[in-house]
C-alpha cells in the first residue's frame, strides 16, 4: 500500500465527527434543532456527552458544520459537471436531468433530512436564508439562463427572457420537492406528486421549443 493510499483512509476520528453530523441531522430534522439537547445526540450513538464535546464544541458549531455542507448538496451542485459550451445543445435532455434530479433527492432520506432541517431553520438563521437563496436558487437560476439563451442562439426555443425563463422552470420543481417532503411526513402517497416532474419538464419544453421549419425547395 502506498503513501497515498494510507494517508486518504478516513481516521477513526473523522468517522466518529461523521456519525455525530449524521445523528444530530437525523435529531435536528425529526425534533427540531432548538428541542434538540447534545444529551440526546450523545443517547441515539450510545456514548458520553464528553465524547461529542472531543470533536464540537457545542450545539452550535454542529449545526453550523451541517450548514456549511449544504453547499455540497446536489442541488447546489446540479451543473458542476457540465461542460458550459455543450448543455445548450441538449435542449429537453438538460431539463430532463435537472428534473430527474430533484425526483430522485426527493426520496434521498439524507437529502429529505437536509431538506427539512433547511425549511425548519430557515426563518430562524441568516446563515441558511443566504445559502438557500444564492446557492440553492439564485445561482442555479442564473447558470439556466445562460444555457437558455444559447438554446436561443442555436435556434431550439423561442427568443424571450432568459432569466424569467430560469426562474419558471426551476420554482415548480422546488414545489414538487415539498409536496413530497410533506405527503411523506404525514405518511400519504406521493404518487399523484411523483408524475408531475416529468410533466412539468414536458409542458414547460412544448411551450418553448421552436418547431423546425422545413425547406420549401
Not at 478516513?10 to 425529526?30: A, D, N, Q, V, Y
Not at 443566504?130 to 436561443?152: A, D, R, T
Not at 427568443?159 to 413530497?180: H, K, T
Not at 411523506?184 to 399523484?192: I, Q, R
Request: charged share 25%.
Amino acid at each position: 500500500m502506498n503513501e497515498q493510499s494510507v494517508t486518504s483512509l478516513p481516521t477513526k476520528g473523522s468517522k466518529t465527527k461523521e456519525k455525530i453530523l449524521k445523528t444530530s441531522l437525523k435529531l435536528f430534522s425529526e425534533k427540531g434543532y432548538k428541542a434538540t439537547t447534545v444529551r440526546d445526540i450523545a443517547g441515539a450513538m450510545g456514548v458520553k456527552q464528553s465524547a461529542l464535546y472531543n470533536h464540537f464544541k457545542n450545539k452550535d458549531e454542529i449545526l453550523e458544520t451541517l450548514i456549511s455542507n449544504l453547499t455540497s448538496s446536489a442541488i447546489v451542485t446540479l451543473f458542476d459537471n457540465k461542460d458550459m459550451q455543450e448543455p445548450q445543445k441538449q435542449g429537453k435532455a438538460l431539463l430532463a436531468n435537472i428534473g430527474t434530479t430533484f425526483k430522485l433527492l426527493s426520496f434521498d432520506r439524507q437529502n429529505e433530512a437536509l431538506y427539512k432541517l433547511l425549511m425548519q431553520e430557515i426563518f430562524r438563521n441568516e446563515r441558511i436564508r443566504e445559502i438557500y437563496n444564492e446557492h440553492f436558487y439564485q445561482e442555479n437560476v442564473k447558470k439556466l439562463s445562460g444555457f437558455f439563451f444559447g438554446m436561443m442562439q442555436e435556434e431550439l426555443i423561442r427568443s424571450s427572457d432568459p432569466l424569467l425563463l430560469a426562474n419558471e422552470f426551476f420554482s415548480p420543481l422546488f414545489f414538487y420537492q415539498m409536496q413530497v417532503t410533506l405527503l411523506k411526513l404525514d405518511g400519504k402517497s406521493t404518487s399523484s406528486v411523483v408524475s408531475m416532474f416529468e410533466k412539468h419538464i414536458d409542458m414547460f419544453w412544448d411551450n418553448i421549443k421552436l418547431e423546425k421549419q422545413g425547406s420549401l425547395f
